[in-house]
Antibody, heavy 119, light 107 residues
Framework: EVQLVESGGGLVEPGRSLRLSCAAS????????MNWVRQAPGKGLEWVSS????????YYADSVRGRFTISRDNAKNSLYLQMNSLRAEDTAVYYC????????????WGQGTLVTVSS | EIVLTQSPDFQSVTPKERVTITCRAS??????LHWYQQKPDQSPKLLIK???QSFSGVPSRFSGSGSGTDFTLTINGLETEDAATYYC?????????FGQGTKLEIK
């Protein structure tokens, strides 16, 4: 079955940077849209960013545009989220989620990695 | 931004009941509406994609319907394992959005 394993989360001070990674396996990674979705503690789901299979199309939520950068390395079956200028409101579990071959709609999700922004 | 409003926010139900959760979009999204189930301390799982297409491995008691602005997730014959929070999500217009969630409690 599809496997998505996030890493890179942790405690970081406001204004600092963090890079999340997602290792994908058991599917043809280079053929699929990929997404980052986050969930603040005790809150609902919030879409963060999506990237097409060849990185041609990249989309961001307004709340992270200009601070976060999504990227992928199809040779390494990996998805990334570079997070700069972090704020307290970025505190959340960040999920990597596979989209479809022609749609961003997530089907399989990773277990998530917790990012805590606090001094 | 397309706002998705789910109702109810919370529902307490008994096993074997038929449960209906609705999701209303602030503007037409065609069929680009998907349903997810999230149990405590777990990642979300896809139940229904594009309004009515059941995802692989999902029990047949889960079904979806609707188009345009009004969508419904139905659980026929609720089981205790269905205790969870359910979210709708639209992938028709940027920014993509989720509903606020509906928490199902099993009595």
């Amino acid at each position: 079955e599809v496997q998505l394993v996030e890493s890179g989360g942790g405690l970081v001070e406001p204004g600092r940077s963090l890079r999340l990674s997602c290792a994908a396996s058991k599917f043809s990674f280079s053929n699929y849209f990929m997404n980052w979705v986050r969930q603040a503690p005790g809150k609902g789901l919030e879409w963060v960013s999506s990237i097409s299979s060849s990185s041609t199309y990249i989309y961001y939520a307004d709340s992270v545009r200009g601070r976060f950068t999504i990227s992928r390395d199809n040779a390494k079956n990996s998805l990334y989220l570079q997070m700069n200028s972090l704020r307290a409101e970025d505190t959340a579990v960040y999920y990597c989620a596979r989209g479809g071959t022609a749609t961003t709609a997530p089907d399989y999700w990773g277990q998530g990695t917790l990012v805590t922004v606090s001094s | 931004e397309i706002v998705l409003t789910q109702s109810p926010d919370f529902q307490s139900v008994t096993p074997k009941e038929r449960v209906t959760i609705t999701c209303r979009a602030s503007q037409s999204i065609g069929g680009g509406l998907h349903w997810y189930q999230q149990k405590p301390d777990q990642s979300p799982k896809l139940l229904i994609k594009f309004a009515s297409q059941s995802f692989s491995g999902v029990p047949s008691r889960f079904s979806g319907s609707g188009s345009g602005t009004d969508f419904t997730l139905t659980i026929n014959g609720l089981e205790t394992e269905d205790a969870a929070t359910y979210y709708c999500h639209q992938s028709s217009g940027l920014p993509y959005t989720f509903g606020q969630g509906t928490k199902l409690e099993i009595k």
